[in-house]
Nanobody, 117 residues
Framework: QVQLVESGGGLVQAGGSLRLSCAAS????????MGWYRQAPGKQRESVAT??????????DSVKGRFAISRVNAMNTMNTLYLQMNSLNAEDTAVYYC????????WGQGTRVTVSS
């Protein structure tokens, strides 16, 4: 069964940091490229950062130098994806989701990040 659970969001002042986590069921995570996505109010969901199974990373231009994606690949059922977000600004306010990359048509509930200016 596919399961994605995001956590770690919250309210933070501009310039602050947050670390998001995503617990993904092993059958979905293992051997797959993964990504973080976000959807701001009134906008389409966009890719923020991606990481291949081997650890190659890529970032949207808007977050380069500020965000860092990482993953922990476990041999058992649960694996974890992280997104360290630094120097946050109001434009980073959104609901953040994890998924494979490219994404499957299964999404978690997301975790909301609100940056106050």
């Amino acid at each position: 069964q596919v399961q994605l659970v995001e956590s770690g969001g919250g309210l933070v002042q501009a310039g602050g940091s947050l670390r998001l986590s995503c617990a993904a069921s092993g059958t979905m995570f293992s051997g797959r490229n993964m990504g973080w996505y976000r959807q701001a109010p009134g906008k389409q969901r966009e890719s923020v950062a991606t990481i291949t199974w081997r650890g190659t990373v890529n970032y949207a231009d808007s977050v380069k130098g500020r965000f860092a994606i990482s993953r922990v690949n476990a041999m058992n059922t649960m694996n974890t994806l992280y997104l360290q977000m630094n120097s946050l600004n109001a434009e980073d306010t959104a609901v953040y989701y994890c998924n494979t990359w490219p994404p499957l048509d299964v999404w978690g509930q997301g975790t909301r990040v609100t940056v106050s200016s």
